[in-house]
């Protein structure tokens, strides 16, 4: 009896360990099936996500529901894709507390990377650098430092540059995005090299380097040929990677075509441009690339002065509610208003220069929330260095909290001048549009303005070349008073033209005067930080400082010993 008890025990361990070894095979061929649909057929991929999501695996019913709503989030379907990662999160927090697996706490992380991508796509720059922070916290804090954990902070230093372009920090995008370039040789990847997901960061990596060329490009007054051949470049490294993807990606070959025609618009090559557009049908493989069509399409027939083209296409754009977002409305209008004021027909062209103006509000608050939520969390790590620092160093705590407070105060005071100088501005300029004259009045305020936009515009061409921004007198009135107009009018009429403040662009012009001399001439690394500033117009040495590291995250002084 005895025996036959034991016997049946060992029948019932037997058995059960083998049904737990087929599960966990058979949640592995899933999984393995979910990665490999990712980028190729989503009606597959959902299909194997139904079948994951049967496991009794947590974690993996989990990753079935992350991978679904990766599929949603490529057909462009934010809202169920938004919903699904948010239930993944809410179900981590509910039941970590009970479980504490490392496994839940990556599928938040891969949670919230989803919705911080989701949040980008729909330009709400707050609310994705919020998801940013908590991603990195629970990143940097993870248990667990395997490679995991290291991808996800590969991840993370791309998404970083991704908010840091969108915000128009160009230049510190570019630099966080070639110091990541140096993480491809790093000997703890070596492993990776081959993985679908190293493989994808570095297409990644490169096409948000062409997309940073492009945008110093056009943040410059001039077509920067070593800017954009330098886009030019990363598109091709990024579509090169993209093909060593098992299997390759199959939109890969009209995302490289989209970008291509981007250099050839920034280049001004329309013509050529319109000629790659119109062979995005020849290989779409299935994408549905009309809005990025008919997108592109109105930008060049706009620029070769096609207005019927630049009308119909621009028409279509806003018309599509699903892909149209904020910044494409403000191009779309701007083409529009500018397009039905040249056929003459002023009343449309009133029309689309007023929601061209709201547009560009909300974006620009949109934009400012986000800009100073980036200052914050900036501020929130440095008094949690203040409390770290507090257990060594009592006597120097005092000294560095005031440092830190001082400083981020300044920054955040600086920032909401600059906002609230700008807001005035266009709520001014609003107000001068809403109480207008009729149409016929309208008309001819409206041609002399044009006249008087492109005098503005040839004069701060002329600026840039006689460097007469250095003269410390310099300002918004040096050229309203030589073309005897108003400061709020040039003002608006260079914010129509470059996405910076007229003080933020030619600031940045001077800081990069000086560090060319300084790079260039060695004479200059003889001044004084005094000298160096009036050399660009500054007359205080403590504001050139200032400006010096906002621009390069450097002082002066620190500056010339990297030269030395």
Known sequence: MTKNIFFFIFVFLFFSKKVTSQTKRLDSINLEKINFFKNTNTDSLFFYCNKLEKSNNICKKLEAQTGRSYGYYREKKYVEAEKIAAKVIYKVDSINKLLNK?????????????????????????????????????????????????????????????????????????????????????????????????????????????????????????????????????????????????????????????????????????????????????????????HREFFQKSICFHNLNVSDSAIFYASKIIKDKKYCKTSRLITMYDILSNQYNKIQKIDSAYKYSKLNLKQYNLARENKDKAFNLFYNNSFNKAKQLNIELKKTEANKQLKLIIYFFILLLTITALIFFLFRKEKRKKEKLITKINNQKPFETEKKEYNIDEVLECKILDKIKDINTNLEFLSSNFSVSTISESLNTNSTYVSFIFNKHHQESFKQYFTRLKIDYIIEKLKNDKKYRKYSIQGLAQEVGYTNASAFSRAFKKQTGITPSSFLKTLE
């Open 102 to 290: 490392t496994c839940l706490l990556n599928r938040k992380i891969t949670a919230l990377n989803r919705l911080f991508w989701i949040k980008k796509n729909q330009e709400k720059y707050e609310e994705a650098y919020t998801i940013l922070i908590k991603q990195e916290n629970l990143t940097i804090n993870h248990p667990v430092k395997d490679q995991l954990n290291y991808r996800n902070k590969l991840g993370l230093k791309l998404s970083k540059a991704v908010i840091k372009n969108k915000l128009g920090m160009h230049h510190e995008a570019k630099v966080l995005l070639l110091n990541s370039i140096s993480e491809i040789k790093n000997p703890f990847l070596k492993n990776l090299q081959k993985d679908n997901f190293f493989i994808q960061w570095q297409a990644n990596l490169y096409n948000s380097l062409g997309n940073t060329y492009i945008s110093l490009n056009n943040k410059a007054l001039n077509t920067n040929s070593i800017l954009l051949d330098s886009a030019a470049y990363y598109y091709n490294k990024a579509y090169k990677a993209s093909k060593l993807l098992t299997p390759i990606h199959k939109d890969s070959e009209i995302f490289y075509n989209f970008r291509k025609t981007d250099v050839l618009m920034a280049k001004k090559q329309y013509k050529e441009a319109i000629k790659l557009i119109n062979n995005y049908k020849n290989i779409c493989n299935g994408y549905n690339y009309k």
